[in-house]
């Protein structure tokens, strides 16, 4: 009777170790998978127009920051930024082996969307918030067939100075034979400018002094290079 409960706790002795062994066998392969111990290679950081220092210092994240700094833990580094900058309406960050990429979207009024009966103010990125109405501080978008051409122009709406910003009242999306990314911004100076989808952030940036050399308000065109004449003209 003592020689089968000294087998069985040797039996089950043996079991036990042969678990542990496997247990840090997985734990080690993962270790190995994981690497904590590994560096950031490159941070990538699409912030509009905060400064991309200062996101990487509020975040804490550098090339040469830690991996696992990283792992697992996106979701309180996004928090964490949010809360340290008021600018940042949203942030995204992710990890994809030593790389982290960090994308930020600013609290600026972008404008204004209809979907299915429903208005949505845009952010810096083209993110959507409902609400009740325009609040008549932001651009009308109109005629936009998807929403990554809403983010495209969202994002070159942010760019601009808010002076300009200010002063497009609505911005329809209308492509044709000539320009498949045609844009229509009607200005509430009375102007109406024509645009491409690409260049638009560019161009823009020089919308005031063309709209000060006109003696009476017209069509201003920056599809291609960059000319205006009165309306009916």
Excluded: C
């Amino acid at each position: 009777m003592q020689e089968n409960v000294r087998g069985i706790t040797k039996e089950n002795f043996l079991t036990s170790a042969w678990w542990a062994l496997a247990f840090f066998a997985m734990a080690g392969i993962l270790l190995l998978v994981w690497r904590p111990w590994a560096t950031i290679t490159t941070v990538t950081v699409d912030s509009g127009n905060i400064p991309t220092e200062t996101i990487e210092k509020q975040i804490g994240l550098h090339q040469g920051s830690k991996r696992y700094g990283v792992y697992l833990q996106e979701g309180f580094l996004e928090r964490k930024l949010q809360k340290a900058n008021s600018k940042v309406s949203k942030a995204d960050v992710s990890l994809k082996g030593q790389k982290v990429t960090i994308t930020v979207a600013e609290k600026i009024n972008a404008g204004f969307i209809k979907e299915k009966g429903h208005w949505y103010q845009l952010d810096s990125n083209g993110n959507k918030q409902q609400v009740a109405k325009p609040d008549g501080r932001g651009p009308v978008y109109t005629g936009f067939k998807s929403d990554s051409q809403v983010k495209k122009v969202a994002k070159s709406v942010s760019s601009l100075d808010k002076v300009i910003r200010d002063d497009i009242g609505e911005i329809q999306f209308a492509p044709d034979s000539n320009n498949d990314s045609k844009l229509i911004l009607v200005m509430n100076d009375g102007n109406t400018v024509y645009a491409s989808q690409k260049t638009m952030a560019e161009k823009m940036r020089y919308y005031g002094g063309i709209a000060q050399s006109m003696t009476q308000s017209g069509i201003i065109d920056l599809q291609v290079g960059s000319y205006s004449y009165a309306y009916g003209s």
